[in-house]
């Protein structure tokens, strides 16, 4: 006899039954005062799959006894917008409608709208959830009118709470006692990413594959390796997951740790992303070594170049050595700053045409053979340089290159310094 999912049989019922989310559910936490208080706002949960957003939305519904619709913003239209409405307005709705909008992030601005006008009034109140940013997928007068929520990762001790229980359900639904190595139960919780369903449809998969042994279903190391042969971990090429597993690389690099560099670019080799970690590489190279090192940017796009060659899995070679070289490189940001300052100058309107002497010597011909160019020409000059002026008029005295304090810079300083008497 086929029963339901496990993750369906292990569904919590009460706020205490949910795994993890600490940080919302726990006593004392606001969150869980408002939705004790018996009052339900207008909220958005905002986090991945599998850590509880429908299911925190399933017991505020059940113990606020108000009538339940379950949209969906791949397949739900405003039709059914508009009849949740209109059931608030009849004996359905005597004790209050409530609509919970699964992947908000595919309803589009209009049936976006469709809920500011009723959200407002109260007539109805909204849970929606979405694992995209909301900020960037919700439209404006919607976001405002709820309070998000982010539902974080499970932490792997939380997913092992899950897994005891599961298997607990398991037993007493099949009259047989079931048993898990603790390495293969620590390595299915780790391996699950954070996603209590992930681990739970594993050990329903072994469930049914494993035969018993004298009322006994023994579970190994190797049952749980055979189910997460491919990595759970996070990516979603669109989505948040994304940008900030890209931002996690980038920041590793800057703040020169190869241990956790090599991992981000782990994740992205993993889920066969070559493109977006060779960007950052190369990104990071000009940003974050800049003129500490110059040659690294040669030698980051020869690393580059290797991997597109190469394609995986090899390419993982020469991006973790092309990681690790900018990870132990020194750092400047000089040529950055120099750049954002000069930006910030000409955005404010600064930098008015020309020294006469820059400009190109047949612009206004006539006028330059009366009054002269005066441009000089460095190398005619000792040491191939001499002063005069190169800025506009009115920036003459701005400073936005300032040397980094690593050796490269710094012998170049004191070179020009020399050279220009400073």
């Known amino acids: 006899m086929e029963r339901s999912p496990l993750a369906s049989l292990l569904r919590p019922e009460t706020l205490d039954d949910v795994f993890g989310q600490h940080h919302l559910l726990d006593r004392g936490q606001i969150f869980r005062e408002a939705i004790e208080s018996g009052s339900v706002p207008n909220m958005i949960f905002y986090g991945p799959s599998g850590v509880g957003k429908t299911t925190v939305a399933n017991i505020i519904a059940k113990n606020s006894n108000m009538q339940l619709y379950r949209l969906n913003g791949t397949s739900s239209s405003i039709a059914d917008i508009k009849s949740a409405i209109e059931d608030s307005k009849t004996l359905l709705g005597i004790n209050g409608v409530l609509i919970y909008l699964d992947e908000i992030q595919y309803f589009n601005k209009k049936q976006q709208q469709s809920l500011l006008e009723v959200v407002e009034n109260g007539d109805v109140k909204l849970i929606a959830s979405t694992t995209e940013n909301p900020y960037f997928y919700v439209y404006n007068a919607l976001l405002s009118r709820c309070t998000v929520f982010e539902f974080k990762p499970l ?233 005069q002026q190169y800025i506009p008029d009115d920036l003459v005295g701005a400073q936005y290159y300032v040397p980094g304090d690593n050796r490269t810079e710094q012998a170049a300083k004191s070179y020009w310094d020399k050279i220009k008497n400073k």
């Open 155 to 387: 932490d792997w001790k939380d997913t092992l709470l899950a897994i005891d229980r599961a298997l607990e359900k398991l037993s007493s639904s099949e009259g047989i006692r079931y048993e898990i190595d603790e390495n293969a139960k620590e390595h299915l919780a780790r391996s699950s990413g954070g996603d209590v369903r992930r681990a739970l449809n594993a050990l329903d998969f072994i469930s049914v594959a494993l035969r018993a042994d004298d009322g006994i279903k023994h579970i190994t190391m190797q049952h749980i390796e055979q189910v997460t042969s491919l990595s759970y971990g996070r990516y979603d090429r669109e989505g948040d997951e994304h940008f900030d597993l890209a931002s996690a690389l980038m920041k590793s690099l800057r703040g020169s740790d190869p241990d956790a560099a090599v991992h981000y670019l782990v994740r992205f080799l993993e889920a066969g992303d070559i493109i977006t970690p060779s960007r950052r590489l190369l990104c990071s190279a000009c940003e974050d070594i800049g003129l500490a090192h110059p040659q690294a940017i040669a030698v980051v796009n020869a690393c580059v170049q290797a991997a597109e060659h190469l394609g995986l899995p090899e390419a993982y070679l020469p991006l973790t050595e092309a990681a690790i070289y900018l990870a132990t490189l020194p750092k400047s940001n000089s040529v950055t700053a120099a750049y954002y300052m000069a930006d910030e100058d000409y955005k404010a309107g600064k930098g008015k045409g020309f020294p006469r002497a820059m400009q190109n010597v047949h612009y206004d011909s006539a006028e330059v053979t009366d009054k002269g160019q005066n441009y000089l020409y460095p190398h005619n000059y000792e040491n191939h340089w001499i002063e």
